[in-house]
């Protein structure tokens, strides 16, 4: 049985799935060993290769099944897998600086490795719950968390870009001023731009923008009382229950991203809009409720594009490795491996 697996490198754990050549997830959940990407390269690719026997044993089959591999790294990277020469977060080891982490899995494994960015990875899982591996569609996902990724699908392919950075939708600028409510509001992203996506919606934006703009306006709110970042972190849930304050932080949010994805429905006419990350990980009734409110947010459509569905994506979890695993997948059925 030919079986394609997937390996999501994250800062502190290595997360593992299995998919068959019929598109069959062979691990339910979370896999994970731990990733030691601090000690560098040759200490971590090992730690991926002993990983994976665990995965194989975890999924019930012969590692020798395994016939291809797909990685996917917070980046930036280069569109191939070569890590930035400036280093990142998540790769602070010297020997990491400009490290083709794809073709040293490659070389280590034995087996051909296909990469993607987190991101990518993730719109490519979002899109393939929807259309399967084999799509011809065209899709953008956000995803929110601490930060807004994601990716463009086109043609069931993930735009990777010239240097790495395709599908970076969190820096895209947004026309933020004609979302009611937040008269003189300036939310500034750590990319230095003003406005952009990830500067309305996302965990940092709770924290940075919203709560000082929003709680000076509802005096004696509790969310006032504790600290910032972990008050952020509680927005969510709040809303979730009806708190009056942080359904408005979320109301706003959701306005954004209608802005952003008509931007998107104009640019690529895509086959779906796929929304997922943290900010959705909440009761189904508020999931409902926040999609109608990107809808609210996104000017009036063409009577031809009006009806564009708009998802909410699975399994936050295990999003970038089950993408991983499916990039590869189309490695090995182009290459004739399953
Ligand atoms: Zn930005």
Known sequence: ???????????????????????????????????LSKQGPDVCLQQIEDGLK?????????LTDIVAIGLDTPGPASAAGQLSAKGSTNFVHADWAGYDIREGLARKLNKPVSYLNDGNAGALWG??????ANS???????VIGTGLGGGVIIDGNVVKGRKGFGGELGHVLIPYQSIPGIEGMKPQCNCGRLGDL?????????EKTFLPYFLPKYTDHELGKVDRSKAAKMVRGMADRGDAMCQEIFRVQAHGIGLFLDEMV????PDALIIGGGALEASEAFQKWFIEQVRVGM?????????????????????????????????????GLA
């Open 1 to 35: 049985m030919e079986v394609v697996a997937g390996v999501d490198l994250g800062g502190t754990a290595i997360n593992y799935t299995l998919i068959t050549r019929e598109e069959k997830f062979l691990i339910e959940g979370l896999c994970e060993h731990p990733a």
């Open 54 to 62: 665990i995965a194989a044993e975890f999924g019930k089959i012969p």
């Open 127 to 132: 899109h393939f719950t929807i259309f399967g």
């Open 136 to 142: 011809k569609e065209t899709s953008v996902s956000i």
């Open 198 to 206: 990830e500067s309305v919606c996302s965990l940092t934006a709770i």
């Open 266 to 269: 104009n640019t690529f006419d």
């Open 299 to 335: 000017p009036t459509q063409r009577e031809e594009q009006a009806d564009i569905p708009i998802y909410v994506m699975p399994n936050g979890d295990t999003a970038g490795a089950r993408g991983a695993a499916i990039e590869a997948l189309k490695l090995a059925r182009s290459s």
